[in-house]
């Protein structure tokens, strides 16, 4: 009689176990789905659709604006709803108008001085990534009348020489091929941004001009360029980051991505920079 009874007795706990482990179950999957329907509907722009949207301000070095206008309209086509705003000058300038509390989300230097001021200052956000190199090389009219053939025939007598003032990324390199050849310069006009030099040498106001490599490729015809080997004394290292006081991180870190991934690495080499 007891064994008929002990099965009897084990039905009810069995089926309240089992009951209460389905509840638990029950709960748990809830607390999952809701976990992950919040997840689904956080986006970068916070928005419900995983869109970015809104305006990115690109703050980037006088050399890179053919490069980054091409980007920048890869990024759009990529993120309708975003607008890329470009603003293009010498480094050291953007520098001083961002420290100065001009509103941007990002910063592109052509050289690394210039971003240490920028992080000094408390005004970026996280670590910047470096995503090209340049050189210099010597642009002259295409009839280069004046018989520049290297970095040496710069310091002739009579050449009306352009550089980048030694502020600016271009005119520190300037400076250091300059040094390390034992060349004395001595250029009729020193320049902010490498693309004013450009238009010295083009315009025909200048016999020669120092500029990067990436200028002289965007200039077509209207210039022509002179590869000396000192070149390689003074190599840019063109870094990127997100600023601090930005109105839309999730748009910026982006397009950064975008630079420093393939279709921007793609376009950049296109356009003569090296990879870092």
Do not use: H, W
Request: with cysteine; net charge positive.
């Amino acid at each position: 009689m007891f064994a008929s009874r002990k099965p009897a007795a084990r039905r009810p706990f069995r089926a309240a176990r089992l009951s209460a482990v389905v509840g638990v179950l029950a709960i748990t999957t809830a607390a999952l789905a809701g976990c992950a329907g919040a997840q689904s509907s956080g986006t970068a722009s916070g928005s419900s659709t995983g869109q970015l949207s809104g305006t990115v301000t690109v703050f980037a070095a006088a050399s890179l604006k053919a490069s980054f206008t091409e980007i920048a309209s890869k990024f759009e086509a990529a993120n309708p709803g975003t607008k890329v705003k470009l603003s293009f000058a010498g480094s050291s300038d953007l520098v001083t108008q961002l420290t100065q509390g001009a509103p941007a989300d990002v910063f592109a230097s052509a050289d690394t001085t210039n971003m240490k001021k920028l992080t000094d200052a408390s005004l970026a956000e996280g670590q910047p990534v470096n995503f090209a190199t340049n050189v210099l090389t010597i642009a002259v009219p295409p009839s280069n009348t004046a018989g520049v053939s290297g970095f040496r025939d710069l310091a002739k007598p009579g050449v009306r020489l352009v550089v980048c003032a030694p502020k600016v990324p271009c005119g520190a390199a300037t400076q250091s091929v300059a040094k390390s050849t034992g060349t004395t310069l001595a250029p009729v006009s020193e320049e902010s941004s490498v693309t004013d030099v450009l238009g010295k040498v083009s315009s025909g106001e200048a016999d020669a001009g120092l500029v990067y490599v990436t200028d002289v490729k965007s200039a077509g015809d209207k210039v022509k360029g002179i590869a000396f080997p000192e070149s390689s004394n003074a190599v840019n290292t063109y870094p990127i980051v997100a600023l601090r006081a930005s109105k839309n991180k999730d748009a910026a870190k982006a397009f950064i991505a975008m630079v420093t991934g393939s279709e921007g690495r793609q376009v950049l080499q296109s356009a003569g920079f090296g990879v870092p």
